[in-house]
C-alpha cells in the first residue's frame, strides 16, 4: 500500500524546544485536554481560508478581547514545501465569539499551516472542528466521537446545495462536441497537478492519487465516446456509472485525506484478501469501527457530495438497470433475429448524457484544481 499519512518518530521531550514568545491559548488547552480524554466530539470538514482568523481572542481582567498570534513568518516555507510534497494537514478550529462579523473560527494552534495554505492559493482546506456546534455549510461534514483509542462516526452532515459547477452552463452541445472538451480539461488539470508537486521526503501519494483519479476520469470519457461512435451507447453509460462511483470516493478523501484515505485503502485490502464464502473476519476490519458503513454505501456516500441525493435519485437508477442488465434490454433486442438496436436512448437521452458528464466532471475537477493551488 503507498503511504498517505507522514511518517512519525518519536523524540525525547527534554529535547523539544519551547518559543518563549510563545503565548497559548488556555480555552484550546483545556479542550485538547478533553479530547484526550475522550469527552468531546469532532468534526472534520473543508472550510474557505476566508472564514477563518488566524490566532485567537482572549478576554482580558480588565474585560477587553484582544487578539493574539503566534504567527512567524520563518514558520511557513517548510509547511510550504510539505503541502507541495503531498502533506494536507489538518487544521484545528474552535468557533470564538469575538472573531470578525459576530464570530466565527479562530486557528490558534495551526497558524503557519493556514498561512501556507494561503499562500499556495489553496482556498478550501481540511479542518477538525473541535466541540463543533449544529452546523451547515458548502462542504460535507463527518462528526466523530471516540470508541477507545479509535475514531467512530456520529453522524454526517450533507452540503447545503444551491447551485453546482459546470463547464457547460445551460448549452447543450451533443455527446460528439461535448465530451472532447470534458476530457482537454481533465488533461489541463492533470499538468497542473505535476507542475505542482515537489518530491519531498515524506514518501506520500497524495498528489498520484489525485492525478490517478483524473487521468481514469478522463480515460471513461474517452472510453464513452469511443462506445457511442460504435453504436454501443448503451455499454458507454456503464462507464459512466463507472465514473460516478470513483468520485463519489475521491469526495469524501478530499474532504478528510488524513483521516478517509488510509481507511479506503484498509476497506480496498480487505476486500482483496478475502475468501468468498468464509465466515472469518480479519481482526483489522475492527479498526474501522462503523466507517464502512458510510464508506461502502453508494446511496449515504451520494448523499453527502456536492452533487447531492437529487442528482443521485435522477441518474443512478437508470445506469444500474444498464449495469445490472435489466432483462428490458434483453426483451426489445429478442423482436426478432435481425433486431440490433439500444433502448438506453428512451432511458437516458444525449442531453441527460452530456449533462451528467458535465456536472461530475466540474465537481470533480475544481476540486482537485483547489487542491493544487497556484506554484509562487
Known amino acids: ?12 521531550i527534554s529535547s523539544l524546544v519551547r518559543d518563549e514568545a510563545f503565548i497559548a491559548d488556555e480555552n484550546l488547552v483545556r479542550t485538547y485536554e478533553a479530547l484526550s480524554r475522550g469527552k468531546i466530539k469532532v ?59 459576530g464570530g466565527g473560527y479562530v486557528c490558534a494552534d495551526d497558524e503557519h499551516s ?21 452546523f451547515s455549510g458548502a462542504e460535507a461534514a463527518l ?61 506520500l501519494h497524495y498528489h498520484e492519487m489525485l492525478h490517478a483519479v483524473v487521468r ?18 448503451e455499454h458507454a453509460l456503464a462507464i459512466c456509472r463507472l465514473g460516478y462511483e470513483a468520485f463519489l470516493n475521491f469526495y469524501l478523501d478530499w474532504l478528510s485525506p488524513q483521516l478517509i484515505g488510509p481507511r479506503l485503502q484498509l476497506i480496498a485490502e480487505l476486500r482483496k484478501i478475502e ?18 458503513g458510510l464508506l461502502e454505501n453508494a446511496s449515504e456516500k451520494a448523499r453527502l457530495s456536492p452533487l447531492g441525493s437529487w442528482f443521485h435519485n435522477a441518474v443512478y437508477p437508470s445506469l444500474s438497470l444498464i449495469v445490472h442488465q435489466s432483462y428490458s434490454g434483453i426483451e426489445l433486442e429478442a423482436n426478432n433475429f435481425d433486431a440490433d438496436i439500444e433502448e438506453s436512448e428512451e432511458r437516458f437521452s444525449d442531453a441527460l448524457l452530456v449533462q451528467c458528464l458535465d456536472m461530475l466532471t466540474a465537481a470533480l475537477l475544481t476540486r482537485v484544481e483547489n487542491d493544487v493551488g497556484e506554484c509562487r
Open 275 to 292: 475468501r468468498p464464502g468464509s465466515s472469518d473476519q480479519n481482526p483489522a476490519w475492527n479498526v474501522l469501527t462503523n466507517f464502512p
Open 114 to 134: 493556514l498561512a501556507a495554505y494561503k499562500s499556495l492559493n489553496i482556498s478550501l482546506v481540511p479542518c477538525r472542528i473541535l466541540r463543533p456546534k449544529p
Open 216 to 233: 481514469r476520469h478522463a480515460r471513461a470519457i474517452d472510453t464513452i465516446i469511443d462506445l457511442i461512435e460504435k453504436g454501443r451507447r
Open 1 to 12: 500500500m503507498y503511504r498517505r499519512l507522514p511518517e512519525t518518530k518519536q523524540v525525547k
Open 43 to 101: 468534526a472534520t470538514t473543508r472550510i474557505a481560508t476566508s472564514q477563518i482568523t488566524s490566532g485567537y481572542y482572549r478576554r482580558n481582567s480588565d474585560g477587553s478581547v484582544e487578539h493574539i498570534s503566534n504567527l512567524k513568518d520563518s514558520g511557513v516555507a517548510g509547511l510550504q514545501q510539505a503541502i507541495r510534497a503531498g502533506v494536507r494537514p489538518s487544521l484545528d478550529l474552535q468557533w470564538n465569539p469575538h472573531a470578525p462579523n
Open 143 to 203: 462528526w466523530l466521537e471516540p470508541k477507545g483509542e479509535l475514531p467512530k462516526l456520529a453522524k454526517t452532515i450533507p452540503p447545503v446545495l444551491d447551485r453546482v459547477p459546470t463547464y457547460l452552463g445551460e448549452s447543450k452541445p451533443s455527446p460528439r462536441e461535448a465530451l472532447p472538451f470534458l476530457r482537454s480539461i481533465c488533461i489541463r488539470v492533470m499538468d497542473q497537478i505535476t507542475e505542482f508537486h515537489v518530491p519531498g521526503n515524506y514518501d
